[in-house]
């Protein structure tokens, strides 16, 4: 079946302006995660959404990041006034919620961020 | 906070050669540990998780890792290792603030030398 999908691959942006990631989960799955993958950081977790439940936005680095999941499927990943160290992969998942916690997580591609 | 470390940055290995892929863990309670592999320009790839159970867990690939509880370890493992094996591996805990986001390893780069 379909996997995650994420769009665009690659993005090249001039550092002050605004960006929008999208990601179209597995369909079924309720559960999306946004992490971030950069030279030096590694893996970090950014945000989560589980069904109609309030995000966990507790890994957005700053205000300037916000993300909203419409409808319970496509989730779209917003940076505002971009700055050259917003530059990285951004890597989306989702998972089924079967009332376990041990599921794990299908990843799509990713988006390369590139702030000039 | 739940974390796992991967102490070497790169594994070179001969093929054929046995290839094992460090990671220690730090948690509170049980720990629920996965493996991923990312080739490049690639996402991240479910390879095998251990939750509870069998210490020797089996995954894709013919990789399979061993949950040792006394050493906080969950060693990657493959008997005999391809070309095709050179990747990024990362471990990861799921996390137990309750959103079940995964606390990743550094990742290591595994080097398969034909």
């Known amino acids: 079946g379909a996997g995650v999908s994420q769009s665009p691959s690659n993005k090249v942006t001039e550092k002050g302006k605004d960006v929008e990631l999208r990601c179209d989960p597995i369909?079924?799955?309720?559960?999306l995660y946004w992490y971030r993958q950069s030279l030096g950081q590694g893996l970090e977790f950014l945000i989560y959404?589980?069904?109609?439940?309030?995000?966990?936005k507790s890994g957005l680095p700053s205000d300037r990041f916000s993300a909203e999941r419409t409808g319970g499927s496509v989730s779209t990943l917003t940076i505002q006034r971009t700055q050259q160290e917003d530059s990285a992969v951004y890597l989306c998942?989702?998972?089924?919620?079967?009332?376990?916690?041990?599921?794990?997580?299908?990843f799509g591609p990713g988006t390369r961020l590139t702030v000039l | 906070a739940q974390s796992v470390a991967q102490p070497e940055d790169q594994v070179n290995v001969a093929e054929g050669n046995p290839l094992t892929v460090k990671c220690t863990y730090s948690?509170?309670?049980?720990?629920?540990l996965f493996w991923y592999v990312q080739y490049p320009n690639r996402g991240l790839q479910f390879l095998l998780k251990y939750i509870t159970g069998d210490n020797l867990v089996k995954g894709s690939y013919g990789f399979e890792a061993e949950f040792n509880k006394s050493q906080t370890s969950f060693h990657l493992k493959k008997p005999s290792a391809l070309v095709s094996d050179s990747a990024l591996y990362f471990c990861a805990v799921r996390d137990m603030g309750g959103n079940n986001r995964l606390a990743f390893g550094k990742g290591n780069q595994v080097v398969v030398i034909p």
């Open positions: 369909s079924g799955h309720t559960a």
């Open positions: 948690v509170s309670g049980n720990p629920y």
């Open positions: 959404f589980q069904g109609n439940s309030a995000p966990d």
């Open positions: 998942a989702s998972s089924p919620y079967t009332g376990v916690s041990y599921n794990e997580q299908f």
